[in-house]
Nanobody, 120 residues
Framework: VQLQASGGGLVQPGGSLRLSCAASGSIFSTNDMGWYRQAPGKQRDLVAGITSGGSTNYADSVKGRFTISRDNAKNTVYLQMSSLKPEDTAVYYC???????????????WGQGTQVTVSS
């Protein structure tokens, strides 16, 4: 199973970006998906998560500014980021809990990370 993240880049404060992350490979079902981020010298923290049924949760720091969504048919998770602040600068990592067969366990997989830089 591979997760391919895209959509990062440089944006000015107040701007927007949309991250995408597609899971591919031997997949029976994709359960929880989401995004973490890690700024230099800091730990990796949860940004937002979404269940297969569409329930979402967000870090307090991004509530009202970020929106997570998913396309189950494409095994893809999105993160729409608006009103970006310099403190949102980090490497963003997507994850997915993937079940590879009907009888297999659901295991976590990670994307390679995409850099988001918010600066004027």
């Amino acid at each position: 199973v591979q997760l391919q993240a895209s959509g990062g880049g440089l944006v000015q404060p107040g701007g927007s970006l949309r991250l995408s992350c597609a899971a591919s490979g031997s997949i029976f079902s994709t359960n929880d998906m989401g995004w973490y981020r890690q700024a230099p010298g800091k730990q990796r923290d949860l940004v937002a998560g979404i269940t297969s049924g569409g329930s979402t949760n967000y870090a307090d720091s991004v509530k009202g500014r970020f929106t997570i969504s998913r396309d189950n048919a494409k095994n893809t998770v999105y993160l729409q980021m608006s009103s970006l602040k310099p403190e949102d600068t980090a490497v963003y990592y997507c994850y997915a809990d993937v079940q590879r067969s009907r009888w297999g366990r659901s295991l976590p997989y990670w994307g390679q990370g995409t850099q988001v830089t918010v600066s004027s």
